[in-house]
């Protein structure tokens, strides 16, 4: 039932303070990222020769096969007959491209968790509008900018399923995996998705990480009655959250938007649904639940966009131990994916 503070780039914020303060120009990592909805995935670590890890793939598709999903498996090379942890991670292509082989090698060697990539069938860093239907428990209507009203998502209770009757099943066929250490990422409407599956599903895994959660959607409804349900009726097994945010994100700065864009301005409207700080005091909320143990960790200085490898990064650290590279520059640019 804990509460950590962490700021792990506190260094560069102050410096940024600090040439502000004396006149001198500094793009902030938040500042210098804009959005990029068609960035392709690129090489990763999945098309490199096994070393620590080897990865197979498979494709997941739904009952009238209109929607695919690609899944890849990582498996120690050295692995055992042991049940391992396993970490499934949503935006599967963008969380790929987080990983190196300093990072493979480090985990082998210690946890050795299977890791999940849970991305679309298709070559796009991020899959704006198929993220938008799996992620979300409720449907948003909104205007988009161009005059039209349009109504989108609420579809996490069929994607929930398709993790848990067809993805789930899959992995544990081809790896063992130790059911009772199973841990869900997501980042901005993927760590909406990991608190949705929270409230109702909170015996699914052990540990669920949500950073950056989107939770301005739908006129702030995942602040409403299935999180109020689960204030007051989880007495389940233990679990544990956690929640990240960077510091940016709780100062409501959200870099640089070209505001001649209709869409943008829209978006930037919607995101009103929620205070900046309302991860931050969803912490606070979720740390009376008996038997959830809450940690909720900051990021001085990043944006919405860059927390998603850095949360990933520090995931990593916190399930399993390996050095914290959270502060470390992502290897690709770390553009925004939908707030």
Not at 13 to 32: D, K, W
Not at 115 to 122: C, E, H, R, S
Not at 145 to 159: D, E, K, R
Not at 181 to 197: E, I, N, P, R
């Amino acid at each position: 039932m804990s509460r950590i503070l962490i700021a792990p780039l506190a260094a560069w914020h102050c410096f940024a303070v600090l040439a502000c303060a004396i006149g001198l120009s500094v793009s902030t990592p938040a500042a210098a990222q804009q959005r990029n909805p068609l960035q392709k995935v690129g090489h990763t670590v999945l098309d490199e020769p096994a070393q620590s890890y080897r990865f197979e793939r498979f494709v997941i598709d739904n009952a009238d096969h209109t929607r695919r999903w690609r899944i890849h498996l990582g498996v120690p090379t050295a692995s055992s007959t042991a049940p391992a942890p396993v970490l499934y991670m949503l935006d599967g292509n963008a969380a790929a491209m987080v990983f190196d082989q300093g990072i493979l090698s480090e985990l082998a060697a210690g946890k050795a968790p299977v890791l999940v990539f849970i991305g679309y069938d298709n070559h796009l860093r991020i899959d704006s509008q198929a993220r938008t239907l799996d992620y979300t428990a409720w449907v948003d209507t909104a205007d988009d900018g161009n005059g039209s009203v349009q109504s989108v998502g609420g579809g996490a209770a069929a994607f929930y399923d398709v993790i848990a009757q067809r993805i789930k099943p899959e992995v544990q066929r081809r790896t063992p995996i130790d059911t009772q250490q199973q841990s869900l990422w997501g980042h901005s409407l993927g760590g909406l998705f990991v608190l949705s599956t929270l409230y109702t599903h909170p015996t699914a895994f052990q540990h669920y990480i949500s950073a950056s959660p989107s939770l301005w959607w739908s006129q702030g409804a995942p602040q409403g009655a299935m999180e109020q349900q689960f204030l007051g009726s989880y007495r389940g097994t233990p679990a544990q959250l956690t929640l990240m945010l960077g510091g940016d994100e709780r100062r409501g700065n959200r870099g640089v938007r070209d505001l001649t864009n209709p869409r943008v301005v829209a978006h930037l409207r919607r995101i009103g649904g929620a205070a900046p700080d309302a991860a931050y005091q969803l912490s606070r909320r979720l740390e009376e639940v008996p038997g959830l143990h809450v940690t909720y960790r900051e990021f001085a200085g990043l944006g919405h966009g860059p927390m998603l490898p850095a949360s990933l990064k520090a995931a990593l650290t916190a399930l399993y131990g390996i050095a914290d590279r959270s502060a470390m520059p992502a290897a690709t640019p770390a553009t925004h994916t939908d707030d």
